[in-house]
C-alpha cells in the first residue's frame, strides 16, 4: 500500500489481514478520531511491514517512477531518522556542483485505484476540487482503475467542456461506484459519514469486520 497520507483505507486492509507492507508519511485519524489502531497493531506484530516516509519523498518516488527514472534527489533528509529505518534513502552526488544530496528510490505500485467525481466508459477522468496526488499516482503507477461518482457520455471530453485529468490510455479499467469514497467525503457531493466511522472503529478482528460489512454496514 502506498499513501502521502492514509487513514481508514489502511487501517482496514490491516484488520482484514490484506496488507503486507505500507509506504506512507503519515497513518492516523488526526485529531478527531485519534490514531490508527490496527495499523498501529500490525506493525507492531510484525504482520506489516512500515516503509516510513516523509510525505514529500513519496511524492518525489511517485514522480521518479512517472519519470521513467530510478530515484529522485530530495532536500531535508541530511539529519533525519527516516534513513535509520528505511533503505529506501541513499546519498548521491550532484554531478555538476559536487554536493551530497539524498535520494528516494522511485516507487512504481501495481496498481492504482483513485475515486473520481467524473469519468467516461473510454477512462478518461476529471477530478473536481483539489486533486491531490491522485494524477501523479496515475502517471507512476503500472494500471489505474477508475471508480466514479458520474459516467457521462464519451462526448463529454472529447467535445472540449472539460479536459480529462486521467487519460484513458492511462487506465485499464472504469467502475461506476456511486459513494466511492464513503465513508469519507467526496468535494462536491458529500461529507464524512461520522457516525459509520466511529462504528468501524470499535471492531476488534476480521470477524467483526465482516459481520459489520454483511449485516448492513455497508450502507453507504
Do not use: W
Not at 498501529?40 to 511517485?62: D, F, K, P
Not at 527514472?69 to 531518522?81: A, E, Q, T, W
Not at 478518461?124 to 457521462?152: C, H, M, W
Not at 465513508?183 to 478482528?205: S, V
Amino acid at each position: 500500500v502506498v499513501k502521502t497520507a492514509g487513514a481508514m483505507d489502511v487501517d482496514a486492509l490491516c484488520l482484514a489481514g490484506c496488507a503486507a507492507s505500507v509506504d506512507a508519511g503519515f497513518i492516523s485519524y488526526e485529531s478527531q478520531y485519534g490514531l490508527a489502531q490496527r495499523y498501529r497493531r500490525s506493525v507492531q506484530s510484525g504482520l506489516v511491514r512500515a516503509n516510513e516516509h516523509a510525505c514529500y519523498t513519496v511524492i518525489s518516488a511517485l514522480r521518479a517512477a512517472s519519470y521513467g527514472i530510478p530515484f529522485m534527489p530530495v532536500r531535508g533528509l541530511k539529519v533525519s531518522d527516516l534513513r535509520k529505518v528505511n533503505d529506501y534513502f541513499a546519498d548521491v552526488t550532484d554531478p555538476f556542483t559536487g554536493e551530497t544530496l539524498a535520494a528516494v528510490r522511485a516507487i512504481r505500485p501495481d496498481f492504482a485505484v483513485v475515486h473520481a467525481q467524473i469519468a467516461d466508459s473510454q477512462g478518461n477522468a476529471f477530478f473536481e476540487g483539489p486533486k491531490y496526488e491522485d494524477v501523479l499516482l496515475s502517471r507512476a503507477s503500472q494500471k489505474v482503475i477508475v471508480t466514479a461518482e458520474r459516467i457521462v457520455g464519451d462526448g463529454y471530453f472529447s467535445g472540449g467542456g472539460c479536459k480529462a485529468d486521467i487519460p484513458h490510455f492511462l487506465t485499464a479499467a472504469v467502475v461506476h461506484m456511486p459513494r466511492g469514497a464513503a465513508p469519507g467525503a467526496c468535494f462536491g457531493y458529500y461529507e464524512p459519514d461520522d457516525a459509520f466511522i466511529r462504528a468501524f472503529l470499535e471492531l476488534k478482528d476480521a470477524e467483526a469486520l465482516d459481520r459489520f460489512l454483511s449485516e448492513g454496514g455497508r450502507r453507504l
